[in-house]
């Protein structure tokens, strides 16, 4: 499988891309034992007009030219479905399973995303009601994908 992220804004070089680079290099070495073949990240820059309306649909169009034919598409969204991290590694293992190709997760910009991407998802994501600033959620993504195949792996990264 291949795991993309796919998010609306730039990371700049500091603490938040560096945790998310750790991570998402734990996932490329430690995710092979489980089937994943590829971690990558897709960046757009946010749009700058000026109705949400036409924000939310040029952000929407950028991040859906990223999805691959026949994959899962996740969206994080705060209304979506919440999980522990254990029932989040069962959900990953789920998709192992079934032999999908590419999962790729969705990240919005301060808008968060639009009904077209919430209706293209396969399925949504919430890291609970809260609003989170959207570099955070992408390094608390790749926290969760390495928690969750370190699960899956049996490694004492994660305690119960």
Request: hydrophobic share 35%; net charge positive.
């Amino acid at each position: 499988m291949k795991i993309q992220i796919s998010a609306v804004g730039r990371m700049k070089d500091g603490p938040a891309r560096s945790l998310c680079d750790d991570y998402l290099g734990r996932i490329q070495v430690q995710g092979r034992s489980v089937g994943i073949r590829a971690m990558t990240v897709r960046e757009f820059a946010e749009s700058s007009k000026p109705d949400k309306t036409d924000r939310l649909r040029e952000e929407a169009s950028d991040l859906s030219s990223t999805l691959p034919a026949g994959g899962v598409t996740v969206g994080l969204d705060e209304t979506g479905k919440t999980f522990t991290s254990q029932a989040f590694s069962q959900r990953l293992a789920g998709w192992l399973d079934q032999g999908e190709k590419d999962l790729t997760f969705l990240i919005g910009g301060p808008d968060g995303h639009g009904h077209d991407i919430r209706n293209r998802c396969d399925f949504l994501l919430s890291f609970g009601p809260m609003t989170w600033p959207h570099m955070l959620a992408r390094a608390m993504l790749a926290e969760q994908l390495y928690r969750a195949v370190t699960i899956l792996t049996k490694h004492p990264y994660h305690r119960q």
